[in-house]
Structures are given as structure tokens and as C-alpha cells.
């Protein structure tokens, strides 16, 4: 059973690009990391500033992993200023059994 994880960040439009070229930097690591399956990054058609970063990973276990990794903090530091606020993060899994107690 996979994980499916969405990243969602609002910046101004015009820092778009910068904050593309750091999402680069970062999928260039993460497809390196155990457990890691896909990912994509989309940009809203309708809501400029606005992406959507959807990942699928072997488990929650192999994302918490990844999520707390100095490797995606140094980067993810970057990006964080450019941020109108906080990224949204949503967990999706592929059955309620899967969910685990405290998340």
C-alpha cells in the first residue's frame, strides 16, 4: 500500500520561477530517497502563484523520513521565505485501514 503526500504553497506570482528552480534542486534529491515511488509539480491555471507538489512514496514511514531530512530542510529554507504562508502538507492513503493512530 502506498502514501500519496500534497504539497500546496501560494507565493506572488512573480517568484514563481525562483521557487521552480528550488523545487527542482529538491525533486533532483528525492528521487534518491528509499521509498519514494512519483512525483509531479503543478502550477494553477486559475490561481497565479499557487503549485501543487503530489508525491507517492512506499509508505508514511519513508515520507516522515524524507519530511524531517536535513537534505530537504536546507532547500525547503530557501523556499520558505518566498511563501505568502506556511505550505499546506495532506496525507492520503489507499485504504482507512492504513491510517495510523495519531497523525
Known amino acids: 500500500m502506498s502514501t500519496t503526500i500534497l504539497v500546496q504553497r501560494d507565493m506572488d506570482a512573480e517568484k514563481q520561477e525562483e ?18 515511488l512519483s512525483g509531479e509539480t503543478l502550477f494553477s491555471a486559475n490561481r497565479s502563484g499557487t503549485h ?3 508525491s507517492r512514496w512506499r509508505s508514511l514511514k519513508d515520507w516522515k523520513a524524507w519530511e524531517k531530512s536535513t537534505e530537504r530542510s536546507e532547500i525547503l529554507s530557501k523556499i520558505e521565505p518566498l511563501l505568502k504562508a506556511p505550505a499546506t502538507v495532506s496525507f492520503y492513503l489507499d485504504s482507512p485501514a492504513q491510517v495510523p493512530e495519531g497523525i
Do not use: E
Not at 521557487?19 to 519514494?36: A, C, E, K, M, T
Open 19 to 36: 521557487v521552480f528552480d528550488l523545487l527542482r534542486q529538491l525533486r533532483s534529491r528525492v528521487v534518491l530517497q528509499p521509498g519514494y
Open 52 to 54: 501543487l507538489v503530489i
